[in-house]
């Protein structure tokens, strides 16, 4: 089983519709992610997390919001869905005990468009 | 702010020849750099990391990385290119400061023909 999975992997929805993404870990780790990975755009950090109490806005926060239910959980919602948050989604984790030169471990990505 | 520049969106070599992949950063503070690979259809995986010790960093099968803070430059180079190496590279900054993220680049694109 992975270490960082990411629930749904593939998700088809109508402008308007709220949707989330789901990111659950095995790793230990108390700092959580969300990017956002765009062809010719690279990945863009929406929010991130550095314990549960801990809740951090990203580059391009507007439009999304995030929950974290636990230290193993970390979800992305996007409220009313629009066709320019068609993308590739992207959950990691890293280890606080190796600070910010920790290496992040992604998930395999969740594939979300918005029609 | 921190920010990283990726020069050429796409690099394309020949089976054997150098890889040479160009990053650029930009950082008020000392930099912590990164570069990571993502083969088609899944996440990224980090391949090296600056961490303010040596300045030639090794990262996994045989990629190299050189921090030079006069020229703000991290570029990832492999002596020999693979087929195995085709795939999608992104540099990445963060710093010591409390509560820092990681950025990253728009990405190279590598392609190694035969």
């Known amino acids: 089983d992975a270490d960082v999975t990411q629930t749904p992997r593939n998700r088809i929805t109508k402008t308007g519709k709220r949707i989330m993404l789901e990111c659950s870990q095995t790793k230990g780790h108390d700092r959580m992610y969300w990017y956002r990975q765009d062809p010719g755009l690279g990945l863009q950090l929406i929010y991130y997390s550095f314990d549960v109490k801990d809740i951090n806005k990203g580059e391009i926060s507007d439009g999304y919001s995030v929950s974290r239910q636990a230290q193993a959980k970390f979800s992305l919602s996007l409220e009313s869905a629009i066709p320019n948050q068609t993308a590739l989604y992207f959950c990691a984790t890293s280890d606080p005990g190796q600070g910010t030169t920790g290496e992040l471990f992604f998930g395999e990505g969740s594939r979300l468009t918005v029609l | 702010a921190q920010s990283v520049t990726q020069l050429g969106s796409h690099v394309s070599v020949s089976e054997g020849a150098l890889v040479l992949l160009r990053c650029n950063y930009s950082s008020s503070v000392p930099p912590y750099l990164f570069w990571y690979v993502q083969y088609p259809n899944q996440g990224l995986q980090l391949l090296l990391k600056?961490?303010?010790?040596?300045?030639l960093v090794k990262g996994i099968n045989d990629f190299e990385a050189e921090f030079k803070k006069s020229e703000t430059s991290f570029h990832l180079t492999k002596p020999s290119a693979h087929m195995s190496d085709a795939a999608e590279y992104f540099c990445?900054?963060?710093?010591?400061?409390?509560?820092?993220?990681?950025?990253f680049g728009k990405g190279t694109t590598l392609s190694v023909s035969s």
């Open positions: 600056y961490t303010s010790a040596a300045t």
């Open positions: 990445a900054v963060s710093s010591n400061q409390a509560g820092t993220a990681l950025i």
